[in-house]
Antibody, heavy 120, light 110 residues
Framework: QVQVHQWGAGLLKPSETLSLTCAVD????????WNWIRQSPGKGLEWIGK???????FSNPSLKGRVTISVDTSNNHFSLRLSSVTAADTAVYYC??????????????WGQGTLVTVSS | QSVLTQPPSVSAAPGQKVTISCSGS????????VSWYHHFPGTAPKLLIY???KRPSGIPDRFSGSKSGTSATLGITGLQTGDEGDYYC???????????FGGGTKLTVL
């Protein structure tokens, strides 16, 4: 049974760095891509980025190089760091397992979501 | 404004059928596979369809997907109140190397 669980700080001040971690159980970490997706209040879903099974990271250009995604294979964890946050980064953040292929959009297992609020 | 265009809302009675469209272009839907998600507020999105028309294990055959050219369609038959929520299409945008989502369609089961 695949289980995905995430955690991280829920309240940040502008200019701080968002940091979230996702733990994965019940699946080989090396066979899939691992993704971060968010939903801002009243808006739709936005793909933030991923780390591939070959440990190559890709991120949405809209986030202007502020994204760092890393993996800790010894613990089956992967993490998101988003620097220089503003109120526009307030959202529910999700981690999700993706296909091992490069150009796909199917995410079959998701974390429970973490509400991150950016406020001074 | 999303690159993938979905109707903002659809509605139908219990037991009826509904379709949700997703319109894109050659740089996304036209050359890549489409996925569909159901998102109920307060829960994680759920994958309904991948590779245009495949259902993950556990998704009933009331849900179907199709793609033609630069558009895709999600069909839901035998509507139930539990089907209410937001539905999103998604695909790969080749020009930007990113996953893109449609703006979402709110389904109401009357």
């Amino acid at each position: 049974q695949v289980q995905v669980h995430q955690w991280g700080a829920g309240l940040l001040k502008p200019s701080e760095t968002l940091s979230l971690t996702c733990a994965v159980d019940g699946v080989s970490f090396n066979d899939y891509s691992w993704n971060w997706i968010r939903q801002s209040p009243g808006k739709g879903l936005e793909w933030i980025g991923k780390i591939s099974r070959r440990r190559i990271t890709f991120s949405n250009p809209s986030l202007k190089g502020r994204v760092t995604i890393s993996v800790d294979t010894s613990n089956n964890h992967f993490s998101l760091r988003l620097s220089s946050v503003t109120a526009a980064d307030t959202a529910v953040y999700y981690c999700a397992r993706g296909s091992p292929f490069f150009d796909t959009s199917d995410f079959d297992y998701w974390g429970q979501g973490t509400l991150v609020t950016v406020s001074s | 404004q999303s690159v993938l265009t979905q109707p903002p809302s659809v509605s139908a009675a219990p037991g009826q059928k509904v379709t949700i469209s997703c319109s894109g272009s050659t740089s996304n839907i036209g050359n890549n596979d489409v996925s569909w998600y159901h998102h109920f507020p307060g829960t994680a999105p759920k994958l309904l369809i991948y590779d245009n028309n495949k259902r993950p294990s556990g998704i009933p055959d009331r849900f179907s997907g199709s793609k033609s050219g630069t558009s895709a369609t999600l069909g839901i038959t035998g509507l139930q109140t539990g089907d209410e929520g937001d539905y999103y299409c998604a695909t790969w945008e080749t020009s930007l190397s990113v996953v893109i989502f449609g703006g979402g369609t709110k389904l109401t089961v009357l």
